[in-house]
Nanobody
């Protein structure tokens, strides 16, 4: 089992920045990739960023150059730095951890981009 707790969401004006955190605990040694997803009202959940155990990263096209995924292994925490935020980035953001047999999810954190 892997437990994930997200934090760092909130209300920000367009053009602003937020940093989301995802603290992992439990059977983290079997985690192969960590990902950030988001889900806007009435929309399907979509992957925003991914980081592998070898620190390879990939991003959804619409966030490339604005979002950065990173991690601190000493703190068992993955981050999503979000810059130049747009109203269309408004969503609940979820952290996930994938092992060879399971995918674990956090509870989500709300990000609202509005003037």
């Amino acid at each position: 089992q892997v437990q994930l707790v997200e934090s760092g969401g909130g209300l920000v004006q367009p053009g602003g920045s937020l940093r989301l955190s995802c603290a992992a605990s439990g059977d983290i040694f079997n985690v192969n990739v960590m990902e950030w997803y988001r889900q806007a009202p009435g929309q399907e959940r979509e992957r925003v960023a991914i980081i592998s155990r070898y620190d390879r990263t990939n991003y959804k096209d619409s966030v490339k150059g604005r979002f950065t995924i990173s991690r601190d292994n000493a703190k068992n925490t993955v981050y999503l730095q979000m810059n130049s935020l747009k109203p269309e980035d408004t969503a609940v953001y979820y952290c996930s951890a994938r092992t060879t047999s399971n995918t674990y999810w956090g509870q989500g954190t709300q990000v609202t981009v509005s003037a």
